[in-house]
C-alpha cells in the first residue's frame, strides 16, 4: 500500500489543503469526549467552589473529594490530553498529508483503549471508591481498578502516540533531506516528552500502586511514589502547554494575516522544552523530607533553564505580532497593536491566555524558590496558579483553536453570530477567573490550605479571616466559580453549535509559513536520537541517587488508607 504521507512537492500551505476526511473523524471522536468531560468537570467545579464557600452543602450520597477529583481528572487530564490528540492528529494530516490506513487503524486502537481506561477509572471515582484526587497521592488507596484504568488511559495514549510519530517518520522517509513541517516537528516534540514522562507514573501504578491496593504488598513507599509521580507531573504541565505554544507559533500568525517571526527559533524552544521539563520534578517536592538539599537545588537550576524556552517563545511571538501589525500600517511604540484583530475570537482568545501567562509564569518561578515556597506551599496560592496556567493560558487557547479546528474537521463555517458567542465567553472566563484565581492567590498568602473541604477550623481568628476580606474570601472563590461555569456551558453550545448547528460551508485549517527573510533552519533540529540521548542523560544525571537512596534506606512504608474521606 502506498503510504499516504505528502511528498514535499506537493506541501503548500494553501488555505484549500484540509485534514482527509477519515483523519477528521479520528480527530472529532476525541474532541466529542474531551468536551463531554469538559462541561461535567466544570459543573463539578461549580459545586466545590459552592461547598467551600459554605454556600451550599452537598447530599449525603455525595462527598466533597468525590466530586473534586472528579473535577481535576476530567478537566486536567480527560479534557487536555483528547483535545491534544485531536489537535495533532488533524494539524498532521493537513501539514503532512493524510495518514495510511494502517497509521490511521492505530490511532483509533489508542482513542479506544484510552476511552476505556477513562470510563473504568471515572465509574470507580462516580462509586466513590476512588477519592483521591487527581493527584492520587499514597498512601490514599482506590479501588484496583481504578488504577488498571489509569493503565490504560497512559498505554492507549502511547499508541495514540506512536500513530503521530510513525506518520511524522514516514513523511521524512519519504522525502529524505527535506526540513518537515513546523507543526510536524513540533507534535514529535510533545509525543517524545509525553512517552518519556509517563514512564514515570507507570512505575508507580504497576509496581507500586496496583499490588499494594491489592493487598500483594502490606506497604507503600510514600516518598518513592510522590517522586514518580512529580517526575511525571512537571512535563505533563508541558503536555499541556506544548500544543498551545503549537498554536501560537504555527496557527496564530495565520489567523492576524502575517508570517513567523523564526522558524529555528521556534524549533530550538521546543528542543529545549524536550530536555529540560522533565528532569524538574523535586522543585514540586521542595518541602518534601527525605530528599537531598542537593538534589533539590540540582532540580531547581534545571527549573529555571525551562524559563529561557518560554522567554523565547514570548520574543518570537510578539515579533510577529509587530512586524505583521507594522506590514499593516501599525506606528509608534505601541500604536501598531491597534492593527491586530482585536475582534476575532481566533486571535483574541489565546492572546488572553498569553496575557494570563505573564502572571502565571511569575507564580511559577515563586512555586520553584525555596524560600518562597515555604510560604505558599500547600496552599490555595498553589491552585490559583494551576488555574492561571492550565486553567487560563491552555484552555483559553484551546478554546480559540476549537473555533477554527471544529467547523474545518465538521465542514461547517465559522460565523459572526459564533465569532461573538467566543468573544463573549472569553471575556467571562477571563473575568471569572479573576475573581476565582486572584482570590485564591492572596488567600493562600494569608495561610488557607489547599485539599480541603468547607471549615472555620472551630471558628478560628486566622481562619475566620479567610471568609471576611473584601476580595480575599471564599465568596469571591464562589462568585469567580459561577461565571467560570457560565463561560463553560456557553462554550458547550459553541461546541454543540460548530459541530452540528452552524452552516454548512468551509472553515481554513490555518498554518503560517516563515517570514520570508528569516534565516535557513539548521538541519541539527532534527536529529532526534541526540535530544532523547541527552535527555536520557539528564534523566540519568537528576534522578539516579536520590531514587536510589530513596529505596535502598527507604523510609517507613505505609499500609492502605482508603474510604475515610467522601
Not at 535527555?535 to 529505596?551: E, H, K, R
Request: proline content about 5%; overall charge positive; hydrophobic content about 55%.
Amino acid at each position: 500500500m502506498r503510504n499516504s504521507a505528502l511528498r514535499v512537492d506537493e506541501f503548500s500551505s494553501d488555505t484549500n489543503i484540509k485534514v482527509a476526511p477519515k483523519d477528521a473523524k479520528l480527530s472529532m471522536a476525541h474532541i466529542y469526549i474531551a468536551f463531554f468531560a469538559f462541561i461535567i468537570g466544570a459543573l463539578m467545579g461549580l459545586l466545590q467552589g459552592l461547598v467551600r464557600g459554605g454556600m451550599i452543602e452537598l447530599p449525603s450520597w455525595l462527598g466533597y473529594y468525590q466530586i473534586l477529583t472528579v473535577h481535576g481528572i476530567l478537566l486536567a487530564l480527560v479534557f487536555t490530553t483528547y483535545f491534544i490528540f485531536a489537535f495533532l492528529f488533524a494539524g498532521m494530516s493537513r501539514t503532512m498529508g493524510a495518514m495510511s490506513d494502517g497509521v490511521r487503524r492505530t490511532g483509533w486502537v489508542g482513542f479506544w483503549v484510552t476511552t476505556s481506561g477513562t470510563l473504568l477509572a471515572a465509574a470507580l471515582v462516580l462509586l466513590g471508591e476512588a477519592s483521591v484526587l487527581y493527584t492520587f497521592y499514597a498512601p490514599l488507596a482506590a479501588h484496583p481498578l481504578f488504577y488498571i484504568g489509569l493503565t490504560l488511559f497512559v498505554v492507549g495514549t502511547w499508541i495514540a502516540g506512536a500513530a503521530v510519530l510513525t506518520h511524522y517518520f514516514s513523511w521524512r522517509k519519504a522525502n529524505k533531506g527535506q526540513q518537515t513541517s513546523l507543526f510536524g516537528f513540533m507534535a514529535t516534540a510533545t509525543i517524545i516528552l509525553w512517552i518519556i514522562a509517563c514512564l514515570g507514573v507507570a512505575v508507580t501504578v504497576l509496581l507500586q500502586m496496583l499490588p499494594w491496593s491489592l493487598g500483594l504488598t502490606d506497604q507503600i513507599n510514600v516518598l518513592l511514589s510522590r517522586t514518580l509521580f512529580w517526575y511525571f507531573g512537571h512535563p505533563l504541565v508541558y503536555f499541556w502547554l506544548m500544543p498551545a505554544y503549537m498554536a501560537w507559533y504555527v496557527c496564530i500568525p495565520k489567523v492576524i494575516g502575517g508570517k513567523l517571526f523564526s522558524d529555528s527559533l521556534a524549533r530550538l524552544a521546543f528542543v529545549l522544552f524536550l530536555l529540560f521539563s522533565i528532569p524538574v520534578g523535586f522543585h514540586h517536592q521542595l518541602m518534601e523530607a527525605g530528599i537531598p538539599e542537593f538534589w533539590k537545588f540540582v532540580q531547581t537550576i534545571l527549573t529555571f533553564i525551562v524559563i529561557i524556552p518560554s522567554l523565547m517563545t514570548a520574543f518570537s511571538i510578539f515579533g510577529t505580532f509587530e512586524q505583521t501589525a507594522r506590514a499593516k500600517g501599525g506606528r509608534g511604540v505601541l500604536g501598531w497593536l491597534s492593527q491586530l484583530p482585536w475582534k476575532d475570537v481566533r486571535f483574541f482568545a489565546p492572546f488572553m491566555g498569553m496575557a494570563i501567562f505573564i502572571p502565571a509564569g511569575a507564580g511559577g518561578i515563586i512555586n520553584a524558590s525555596y524560600q518562597l515556597n515555604a510560604v505558599i506551599h500547600n496552599t490555595l496560592w498553589v491552585v490559583g496558579h494551576f488555574h492561571l496556567t492550565v486553567g487560563s493560558t491552555v484552555l483559553l487557547t484551546f478554546f480559540g483553536i476549537s473555533y477554527w479546528l471544529i467547523p474545518h474537521l465538521t465542514g461547517r463555517k465559522f460565523t459572526p453570530f459564533l465569532n461573538r458567542l467566543g468573544m463573549v465567553q472569553t471575556w467571562l472566563w477571563a473575568i471569572g477567573m479573576f475573581f476565582m484565581s486572584g482570590a485564591m492567590h492572596l488567600m493562600g498568602l494569608l495561610g488557607a490550605p489547599r485539599r480541603t473541604a468547607y471549615t472555620t477550623y472551630q471558628d478560628h481568628p486566622i481562619a475566620l479571616e479567610w471568609f471576611s476580606g473584601v476580595f480575599s474570601n471564599y465568596i469571591t472563590v464562589a462568585i469567580g466559580a459561577v461565571i467560570l461555569t457560565a463561560a463553560a456551558c456557553l462554550m458547550f453550545y459553541n461546541f454543540i453549535y460548530m459541530t452540528w448547528i452552524a452552516p454548512k460551508g468551509e472553515t481554513e485549517f490555518p498554518i503560517s509559513e516563515p517570514a520570508s527573510d528569516a534565516s535557513t533552519t539548521p538541519k541539527f533540529f532534527e536529529n532526534w536520537k541526540l535530544w532523547i540521548a541527552i535527555v536520557v542523560l539528564l534523566v540519568i544525571f537528576a534522578y539516579t541517587i536520590p531514587v536510589y537512596d530513596m529505596i535502598v534506606n527507604a523510609p517507613p512504608g505505609s499500609p492502605v488508607f482508603n474510604n475515610l474521606i467522601k
